[in-house]
T-cell receptor
């Protein structure tokens, strides 16, 4: 089955860019998602990209997809303390049942 | 407001005492799922349901039961809880674009 890997921690300074990386194993994955989990809350969809796209930009967020390497990244420009959260990468194919990575804890310090 | 509602949000119980965590969604979604979240392990799927009366095991179903008698409700049942089921539980439903809508979570402690 699908396996999704991401690093567990990332620490950045406020105002810098953050880049969270994710790799997946199933080349037939069609939908790739980024979810954000703030402390004490459930996950919320942040953004997503279809496998026929290379890049998607939404305000401060940029998602890059390298389908050949099965690598997904999320870039947050001008990172703020409010961006501190756990970010989950998820991949799904035709069944629409996503497989989640373990989550990357983003810590933003002044 | 579109939402997924779980109850209880917090529960402390003892080994062997049956409990049910309820989940309800008001978006008319067909697909619903239960996850548990543990430090360092991320989200692991317990059970899912593609529609009413259709349920399937996820990655970690042992010790859990579910039912789907109505589209809006998907309760998680722990018949005989054990300490290794101490965890943070999330219910989710899936929208038409494949995105998941999560509840706020239920933190369960089994002593």
């Amino acid at each position: 089955g699908e396996d999704v890997e991401q690093s567990l921690f990332l620490s950045v300074r406020e105002g810098d860019s953050s880049v969270i990386n994710c790799t997946y194993t199933d080349s037939s994955s069609t939908y790739l998602y980024w979810y954000k989990q703030e402390p004490g809350a459930g996950l919320q969809l942040l953004t997503y990209i279809f496998s026929n796209m290379d890049m998607k930009q939404d305000q401060r967020l940029t998602v890059l997809l390298n389908k050949k390497d099965k690598h997904l990244s999320l870039r947050i420009a001008d990172t703020q303390t409010g961006d501190s959260a756990i970010y989950f990468c998820a991949a799904s194919g035709g069944s629409y049942i996503p497989t989640f990575g373990r989550g990357t804890s983003l810590i933003v310090h002044p | 407001e579109a939402q997924v509602t779980q109850n209880p949000r917090y529960l402390i119980t003892v080994t062997g005492k049956k409990l049910t965590v309820t989940c309800s969604q008001n978006m008319n979604h067909e697909y619903m799922s239960w996850y548990r979240q543990d430090p360092g392990l991320g989200l692991r799927q317990i059970y899912y349901s593609m529609n009413v009366e259709v349920t399937d095991k996820g990655d970690v179903p042992e010790g859990y039961k579910v039912s789907r008698k109505e589209k809006r409700n998907f309760p998680l049942i722990l018949e005989s809880p054990s300490p290794n089921q101490t965890s943070l539980y999330f219910c989710a439903s899936r929208g038409p674009g494949g995105e998941l809508f999560f509840g706020e979570g239920s933190r369960l402690t089994v002593l």
